[in-house]
């Protein structure tokens, strides 16, 4: 494979909505799916003569986000206008955070368990608290083009997450993005619902070419409308050949243009041109004039971080220590979340396998999740079951085959292992048993025999069909091994 002839060069702008039952700055309900201007009040609608009154609960979940991306949190912050006019934002501007934001300077860190590329710790800028605008609905149906604008979400509270751009690859964009995610799903501070826009990316591109004149770098391009970590992946890898392009036409540099916000066409998967982008000096910024600063003290942020609990990457350290499991084996548990990692952990202490009931989790359960579009809460069978069917394998009472048509019928019947097992007639096979059944296996096949003698293990394969045909109850595995083993001294 050649080298790719740039490097490209990602910062990422998240915005979260937090999980409050109330706005930012009112007490209208922030309820997904209400009725289209049904959720608004003088306050979050700017009428004259409102005061906005800062929600105490989003301030809390934006420091509790802050404490775990390792941010620093000052002791004062204020708020602050963000003048510009779009038709769903009626107050004309947005209260936000401008130079002294509630958090800044922290880091998250990046693995890959395929180790398709290497770890890496992608500094995070800031973290602050805003309110969100409007929605905008363009109806161009038989040429109508008519908009309407629904003001159910004016005043959301948002955390806007703006990392550095440390990023290299769309592959590592989406490691991060998905860690941030997670990390946001354990702490409980949002739904993280992309489909409802609940979190929201915005993606900065641009490439680093080395010339004879020296390094130079692509004028910065800002990707807006992904709802998916999928689409933010496809957006970038096109954005960055688009942008070799045009410099390789027109060798145009950063600083040579205004930076340029484009829109991703998921359908045809094309970014396209949308406008050029502001600089801050074009937003007015100044001191929101009707909220007071808010002041946190050292032993708040000291009691913050104190009640954070685990983190995913704790998470993930620790079953690999505690259960010994590969790093795949526990990224992929704990992606799932904290209840499928209550599940696993249960499974693994009542079985006393952790190898083997992680197998069952990846395989089996998350399998059946998926299929019937189940929550690990509404899995109809119970770790406690489970269990026993995982101890009947790892005690070779049942071959994986066998176990997993006991698992369907687990599935189906409700039935416990034993009382499945019971009705198939499946029982462990004595080693008396299964030595005679070998030896006559053997004898009877003096060709498999004299191939296990030169070592072509792979014969036995044959005997085992045969073997499984007398007694299906036993254990392919190790009949196999016995097999070995006896030709040997034959």
């Keep these: 494979m050649s080298e790719s002839p740039y490097e490209i060069v990602i910062g990422l702008e998240v915005h979260v909505q937090l999980a409050t039952q109330t706005k930012l700055f009112c007490r209208c309900s922030t309820q997904y799916g209400a009725p289209p201007n049904t959720q608004t009040c003088p306050v979050c609608l700017a009428m004259p003569g409102s ?20 941010l620093q949190i000052p002791n004062f912050t204020k708020w602050d206008r963000k ?18 934001p509630m958090s800044q300077d922290g880091f998250l860190l990046i693995t890959d368990p395929k ?15 805003e309110e969100d605008a409007g929605k905008s609905m363009h109806d161009e149906a ?3 083009a008519d908009s309407r604008i629904d003001l159910n979400r004016t005043g959301t509270p948002l955390l806007e997450i703006v990392s550095e751009p440390d990023m290299r ?14 990390i946001l799903e354990y702490l409980g501070v949002s739904d993280c619902n992309m489909q409802e826009g609940s979190l929201r990316v915005d993606a900065n591109v641009n490439l680093h070419l080395q010339t004879p004149e020296g390094k130079v770098a692509t ?46 066409d998921d359908q045809a998967q094309i970014t396209r041109g949308q406008r050029h982008k502001e600089e801050s000096s074009d937003y007015r910024y100044f001191p929101e004039p009707d909220l007071a600063p808010v002041t946190t003290t050292d032993e708040e942020i000291a009691a913050v971080k104190a009640q954070l ?28 979340g904290q209840t499928t990692v209550n599940y696993y952990e249960t499974l693994a202490k009542l079985s006393g396998d952790g190898k083997l009931a ?11 999740l998926k299929e019937r579009s189940l929550e690990i809460d509404a899995f109809p069978i119970s770790t406690e079951r489970l269990a026993e069917l995982v101890k009947a394998v790892a005690g070779k009472e049942i071959d994986g085959t066998r176990a997993k048509d006991v698992f369907a019928e687990m599935l189906d019947s409700g039935k416990s292992a034993s009382e499945v097992m019971k009705e198939m007639g499946i029982e462990k096979v004595d080693d008396s048993e299964l030595e005679n059944l070998c030896r006559e296996l053997l004898e009877a096949n003096p060709k498999v025999l004299a191939d296990l003698k030169e070592g072509t293990h792979k014969a036995v394969g044959a005997l085992i069909g045969q073997a499984k045909k007398k007694n299906p109850n036993i254990d392919p595995g190790t009949f196999r091994q016995m097999c070995i083993d006896m030709s040997a001294k034959m």
């Design 83 to 100: 003048n510009y006019y779009y038709p769903d934002l009626p107050k004309g501007y947005q209260i936000s955070q401008y130079d002294l």
């Design 219 to 264: 004028p910065i391009v800002e990707i807006k409308n992904m709802n998916s970590f999928r689409a933010v992946e496809r957006a970038i890898a096109y954005e960055a050949q688009r942008q070799y392009e045009i410099w390789l036409e027109t060798k145009q540099k950063i600083g040579d243009v205004p930076k340029q916000t484009r829109g991703w």
């Design 51 to 70: 005061l906005p009154v800062m929600n105490r609960t989003a301030f809390q979940l934006g420091m509790k986000t802050a404490c775990a991306l390792n």
């Design 142 to 144: 038989a040429g109508k």
């Design 309 to 336: 609990g685990e983190l995913p990457r704790q998470i993930r350290d620790r079953l690999e220590e505690q259960y010994k499991i590969p790093a795949y084996d526990a990224d992929v548990i704990v992606n799932q």
């Design 115 to 129: 180790q398709q590329f290497e770890p890496r710790k992608v500094r995070i800028i800031r973290a602050h608290l």
């Design 358 to 368: 992680s197998n069952w989790v990846q395989q089996e359960v998350l399998r059946v």
């Design 169 to 182: 690859s769309p592959l590592e964009a989406k490691a991060y993005l998905t860690e941030l995610k997670l």
